[in-house]
């Protein structure tokens, strides 16, 4: 996985991307309207989300979103749970045995905080979620996050900044930093 990203927005590398998102959509879009017994059609879907099959034991519960796909990488065994989004542009690691409550959302992207620049860049950083982590009902991830193995993310929780081993994260209380 690489590091943090900063693309130009109007740049040949950013419609490139912006084509993915738009296939990717088309893509999760027909996953959504399965019917939720139908394994062969979720398999084939999520291989051509992902660039290569779900691996062993994971489990996704549609609806399943996410912009890009090809920066997510589930471990095995791996449960997802409804209504889950994961916008994967800088990319997305989740280790073995992590469980995702249902409303989940991993944000690997942004903008500059300058508003002269706020339009003209995308900025990144990935999301690492180490072993056996729990990720509770609609909580939010961050930009460059990283999730030590056994935490728990307690539900509705905004986590912006990196989780030790073995802990309990609570909150999602907005602080004015500065102003313009």
Known sequence: MSGDRLMRIHSAEFKAMAERVLRVTELTSRLNVLPFD????KAELFEQILGKPLPPGVTVYPPFYTDHGLNLDLAERVFINQNCTFLDYAGIRLGERVMIGPKVTFITSGHPVDPGERRLYLTGAPIDVAENVWIGAGATILPGVSIGRDA????GAVVADD????SLVTGSKATVHRKW
Do not use: L, S, T, Y
Request: hydrophobic share 60%; glycine share 8%.
């Open 152 to 155: 728990v993310v307690a539900a």
């Open 38 to 41: 139908d394994e062969a059609g």
């Open 163 to 166: 989780v030790p081993p073995a």
